[in-house]
C-alpha cells in the first residue's frame, strides 16, 4: 500500500497504527490540542460528524419515546455518595471544584464523569405513582473523566456523548428497554457506519459501576483490537433504594421503581477512523460523512466546465446529497489526495471531453474503482453508489472480524492466538473471577462480552479445566 500513498505526512498504519491513527486524526482536520491535557479541540469537520451521529441517534430516541432534558454538570459530593457502588467505580476519575470564585465551598462539587445521581435525585422530587412511569429521558452533553492516558476520540478526558436515563414500573419493563436501545446502538454501527458488531453482556467485572447488568456492543479495529462502542445499564431498584425514589403502585402500594441508562459518545468517532481507515486517511461512512460527494472539475479554465461541475452539485443538492465543489486553483492531483485524506466517499470528476460525452467519472473512495456516469442519470446513479461504498465498506469490516476471530480450548492457546494472529477469542468459562483475572494478566486479555449468540465450543472452563456452560470473547482493547 506505501507505494500507493498520496500523504507522506500520514505514519503508515503496518509501521505504527497508533501514530497513524493521531497523524489521520490532525490531517484531516478532525482535531486540534489544546492547552489542557486530554481536553481536545474537535474541529468543524470532526463536530460535523459528531452532528450528523446525534442526528440519526435522536430521531432514533424519539421515535421510541425519549424526551431531552439538560442536567447540570456539577453534583455536590454529598449526592454521589448516596451509591456506594457508583461512586467507588468513579472516584478515581472524578475532577472537583472547591472554590467559587475566590472563596471555599462548603462542599465540594463533581464536575460530572455521569449523570446517574442527579437524575435519581431529581426523580425522587417528581415520581409519586405509577402514572407518573415511565419517564424516558435523554441529554446531550459533555462528561469529564481525569483519564491518566489520552487520545483524540479515544481516551479524552472531556468529551461530548449522549446519556439515556429512563424509569419504570417494573423490572420486565426496564430490561425491556435496555435490551431496545443496545439494539439502536448496533443499528446505528451496522447500518449507518458500517462497523459490524458483536452484542453481549458484560461479566460482573466488567459491567457499569452501581449496574445489575451491562450489556454491550463489541467492534474490531483494523489492528484487530476491540472497541466498546455503545453500553445500555440495567439497574434494577437498587439507585431507586439509596435515593429514596418511590412511588404509589395501581394497588396502591408504595414500590421501588427500575431504572436504566445507556450512552454513545465522540468514542465511536475513534472507532469509524480504526475500522475503515488506510493509509491514505478516512475512509468515512457514507451516511454519516459531511461531504457525501465531491465534484472536481478537470481542466477548470476552459469554458464552461466550472459551471458544469456546479451545475452538478446544486443537482446533488435538490436530492438531499450533502455535494460540495472545489474550484480552488489546487492541482487536481492535490484535490484527490485531500479528499481521499477526508475519507469523501465519492468523487466526481469533469472535464471538457465528459461534457462533450455528457458523462463524468465517479470514484468510490472505499475501493478505488471508477465508474463512468451518463449525466442524466446522475439523480438516480449517485445514491445507488453511494449504498454501495456502504456495503462495501461492512463487508471489508466484518471480513477482518471473522477472519479474525478463533476459538481457544486452554489459557496457553488462547494467549498463543492473541500474540501471532491477534484479535477475538472464544472460550468456555466457569464465570469465576480468578479465571477471568488469569486471562487478563497471563494472556493480557480482558473478556469482552458474553454474547447473545453463544456457541457450544466444549464442556469447560479454557482456563480451569471446570465444567462451563458461557462462551465468552475475549480481547486486547481500547
Given amino acids: 500500500m506505501a507505494k500507493d500513498k498520496k500523504v507522506q505526512a500520514i505514519t503508515d498504519m503496518e509501521v505504527d497504527f497508533g501514530q497513524w491513527f493521531t497523524d489521520v486524526v490532525v490531517k484531516a482536520d478532525l482535531i486540534d490540542y489544546s492547552g489542557v491535557k486530554g481536553l481536545f479541540i474537535l474541529r468543524p469537520y470532526g463536530y460535523a460528524i459528531w452532528e450528523n451521529i446525534q442526528s440519526i441517534l435522536d430521531k432514533k ?7 431531552n432534558v439538560s442536567m447540570p454538570m456539577l453534583i455536590p459530593e454529598s ?15 472524578c475532577a472537583w471544584v472547591t472554590l467559587g470564585g475566590s472563596e471555599p465551598l462548603q462542599e465540594k462539587l463533581c464536575i460530572r464523569p455521569t449523570s446517574e445521581t442527579l437524575f435519581c435525585d431529581h426523580w425522587s422530587h417528581v415520581v409519586h405513582s405509577w402514572r407518573d412511569l415511565p419517564m424516558k429521558y435523554n441529554q446531550w452533553c459533555s462528561v469529564l473523566r481525569w483519564e491518566k492516558t489520552t487520545r483524540p476520540f479515544l481516551r479524552g478526558r472531556e468529551f461530548l456523548w449522549q446519556e439515556g436515563h429512563t424509569i419504570h414500573a417494573t423490572a420486565e419493563e ?8 443496545l439494539e439502536i446502538y448496533a443499528d446505528c454501527c451496522e447500518n449507518y457506519l458500517a462497523m459490524p458488531v458483536i452484542r453481549g453482556n458484560k461479566t460482573d467485572k466488567e459491567k457499569f459501576a452501581g449496574a445489575e447488568d451491562t450489556y454491550t456492543i463489541e467492534c474490531m479495529m483494523h489492528d484487530k483490537k476491540a472497541l466498546q462502542s455503545g453500553t445500555s445499564h440495567y439497574f434494577g431498584d437498587g439507585f431507586a433504594k439509596a435515593f429514596n425514589i418511590t412511588f404509589a403502585d395501581k394497588e396502591n402500594k408504595l414500590s421501588y421503581p427500575h431504572e436504566t441508562s445507556w450512552g454513545m459518545s465522540t468514542r465511536i468517532i475513534g472507532g469509524i477512523i480504526m475500522t475503515h481507515g488506510d493509509n491514505n486517511g478516512l475512509v468515512l461512512p457514507p451516511k454519516i460523512a459531511p461531504i457525501q460527494v465531491i465534484v472536481l472539475p478537470i481542466a477548470q479554465h476552459k469554458p ?11 443537482r446533488l443538492k435538490k436530492i438531499d446529497v450533502r455535494a460540495k465543489g472545489d474550484f480552488s486553483d489546487n492541482s487536481p492531483g492535490w484535490k484527490f489526495a485531500e479528499y481521499e485524506m477526508k475519507g469523501v466517499p465519492l468523487r466526481i470528476e469533469i472535464g471538457p471531453r465528459d461534457i462533450e460525452n ?9 475501493t478505488g474503482e471508477k465508474i463512468t456516469l451518463n449525466l442524466d442519470e446522475l439523480e438516480e446513479k449517485i445514491p445507488q453508489l453511494l449504498e454501495a461504498v456502504h456495503t462495501t465498506m461492512f463487508e471489508k469490516a466484518k471480513k477482518n472480524m471473522e477472519e479474525h476471530t478463533c476459538c481457544a480450548h486452554s489459557l496457553e492457546e488462547a494467549k498463543e492466538i492473541q500474540e501471532t494472529k491477534g484479535g477475538f477469542i472464544k472460550t468456555m468459562w466457569c464465570g469465576d473471577l480468578e479465571c477471568e ?5 497471563k494472556a493480557g486479555m480482558s473478556s469482552r462480552c458474553i454474547p447473545f449468540e453463544q456457541e457450544h465450543i466444549g464442556d469447560t472452563c479454557a482456563i480451569c479445566g471446570k465444567p462451563a456452560d458461557k462462551m465468552v470473547i475475549w480481547g486486547v482493547a481500547y
Fill in 61 to 67: 430516541f424519539k421515535e421510541t419515546g425519549h424526551e
Fill in 174 to 181: 426496564a430490561v425491556e428497554e435496555t435490551k431496545q436501545m
Fill in 79 to 93: 449526592l454521589l455518595q448516596k451509591e456506594k457502588d457508583h461512586v467507588e467505580g468513579f472516584a478515581p476519575e
Fill in 437 to 441: 483475572m488469569a486471562m487478563k494478566e
Fill in 358 to 366: 455528457n458523462q463524468c467519472v465517479a470514484v468510490m473512495r472505499s
Fill in 304 to 314: 464552461g466546465v466550472a459551471d458544469k461541475a456546479q451545475e452538478l452539485v446544486d
